[in-house]
């Protein structure tokens, strides 16, 4: 059962807290729920997708682990038409974050709901949505496979102090997490593609190089005290 789990869906996996009750949100094979179920971490699971071919996907695998009439499948739009009423955890996760971010908008969730989120794209907008709608993010895992570097969100309703420009991008909760020194290179290396981009167009525009290279200026300064702490 394990050897389907990559390192990204682990991350989610273990932020799952023990006797959950878990939607999965565009399951696509339904690896997810079938390890949570499979591993006796939750009490339910149901896994969703919008697409019908990914749902029948995971009904081969549902059935092929024995865990038919344990873990609930559901074609559906994010969360349009789910009834999360008695779910405390919903997990979306291998999709961009402006559309995690949607989905989110388009949903009615639970008063205690837990969202352990993972998205492919734009982290530091939904980290935005998050601390602007009336959550708090408690925790960040990062994950790594090949050369890809993911994030794991886990964010509970409650008020947080405003985020800097810096801490929205690589989180407050990663500095921590041996994957960190990997996040500040990626960051470094994108802002300056940016930025040299941005250097040579025709008008550059002189507040966003500005901000760039005040970003820039910190990140270097983050990777070398990374440095000097491991010496």
């Not at 989180?171 to 500040?184: E, F, N, S, V």
């Amino acid at each position: 059962m394990n050897r389907f789990m990559t390192p990204r869906l682990l991350a989610m996996a273990n932020l799952v807290p023990e006797g959950a009750a878990v939607i999965d949100v565009g399951s696509d094979h339904a690896y997810l729920p079938i390890y949570l179920v499979g591993k006796s971490r939750v009490i339910r699971a149901l896994a969703t997708d919008i697409h019908a071919g990914p749902l029948r996907r995971s009904a081969v695998n549902v059935k092929r682990y024995g865990l038919a009439g344990k873990i609930a499948l559901q074609k559906a739009d994010g969360l349009c038409d789910v009834d999360t009423e008695g779910f405390d955890t919903i997990v979306i996760g291998g999709m961009g974050g402006e559309l995690i971010e949607k989905i989110l908008r388009q949903s009615k969730l639970p008063a205690e709901v837990q969202l352990i989120l993972q998205p492919m794209t734009a982290v530091a907008e939904l980290r935005a949505y998050l601390i602007g709608n009336g959550y708090r993010i408690v925790q960040e895992v990062l994950a790594q496979e090949g050369e890809k570097l993911y994030t794991v969100l886990l964010a509970v309703q409650g008020e947080d102090t405003p985020y800097t420009a810096l801490e929205l991008l690589l989180g407050r909760k990663t500095k921590d997490d041996a994957l960190y020194p990997a996040l500040l290179e990626r960051e470094k290396a994108r802002m300056q593609k940016q930025l040299a981009g941005l250097m040579q167009a025709a008008h550059p525009p002189k507040e966003r190089i500005s901000f760039l290279q005040n970003m820039l200026a910190e990140l270097h300064r983050r990777i070398a005290e990374g440095h000097t702490n491991r010496h």
